[in-house]
């Protein structure tokens, strides 16, 4: 289900509350939203930039909103939606919804989630170069930047022993590195200032690869108390001063080890373990997590033996699915294998019944560890998760 406001029934997300609010949401400040803690993901399952507002109702209560420069600042949460105040807020009754390009023929309307679908990808500004040496250039360092925090207790890893170390997308294992690990500070990345619990990664402009994140902790930590390495598939280019991507949650390997056996019981933990996991999360042209997405996994064109489907809800505790159904996201569009064979895979998203896809994600997976990435409209040829201001068709 797709966090939109609702023209005749109960208002989603942000929308007006004079119909009720669905999705368990709450009419705070004249909006349907939800009172937050400015816990680091206390909003983020109800659009990827939603942040907790301090002191928004009259009581002083905080809620999760979006803050936004122009109309299609709006459009990661859903339609409907309009920049009022530089908060995002339901369209009065009788707008349009519709954004142009200033081109007739360009029109977009962003009411369908799906817009980009069949429309050529626009290009990617040149990577930016640098003279790092007499007769030398580098490409332009900028910054990526996502929520990495731990799975049990939420409390961010940036500046906890938390590493990013850069890795080709042609070597699964990351050896060696294309830059030795960097230590991720608690803080801002260069001059931007970074939301909390984010963590901020350098990363040159053009960089297309996988980011391995780890957690270093004291020589003497027993190996059920280390945290699982997570590899992170970008999905597209870097491009731009700052990118952003999907939310993070590491879980050290006891915990680990305890989810599995929650969410998937009579499995041997310790077998699907010692195979890799995989997660991905669905979206739609207007950046929103998608619902009701098949998502298929393959190793070279054969469905993977042994895997077993999930789905991830907001809680980020894996619900298991049945092996020989279809596996469908759900409203935080999420969704993943477990125990699945070391090496590269494919991982295909279809909208609903369709036969023909709208996404697909190759990925490494490696014993042990942690794959997860975004499988977006291929109109999309960045690695930023973000909505554009600019969502008008080239």
Known sequence: MRAE??????????GGCGQGCSDGLSCLA??????????PLDCSDLAASASCRQGATASNQALCDLECVNDASCASVGVGLECQGGFCRAVPRGSSGVLTSGDPGGAIDTRDPWWCLGKEPPALPDVRLVSRAPGELESLTVGFVLPVVEWNTRTPLAGRG?????????????????????????????????????????????FDGFIEFDVVTPPDTPADQQFVP??????????GDLSQGMPILMLQRRVLTSVVELSFPGTDAELALARGIVEVGAYDCNGAAASDVRVELEIDGESAPGALPFLMPSSRIPIAQPVDQPLYTQYSGLAGYLSVPPGTVQLTAYRGGDT???????????????SQGPIRPPYFRDANLVPSNDVSAP
Request: hydrophobic fraction near 40%; include cysteine; charged fraction near 10%.
């Open 356 to 370: 023909e896809p709208f996404g697909s994600l190759q990925m490494a997976v490696v014993a042990g560890q942690i």
């Open 30 to 39: 004249g909006v349907c939203s939800r009172a937050c803690s400015d816990a």
């Open 162 to 206: 938390l590493t990013a170390t850069l890795c080709s997308s042609l070597d699964v294992s990351c050896s060696p590195p294309l830059a030795p690990p960097y230590l991720v500070a608690d803080g801002p990345l260069g001059m931007a200032q970074l939301p909390p619990g984010a963590a901020g990664v350098p990363v040159p402009e053009g």
């Open 230 to 239: 997570l590899a992170y598939v970008l999905g597209g280019a870097i491009s």
């Open 5 to 14: 406001p609702s023209v005749g029934g109960e208002s989603h997300f942000l």
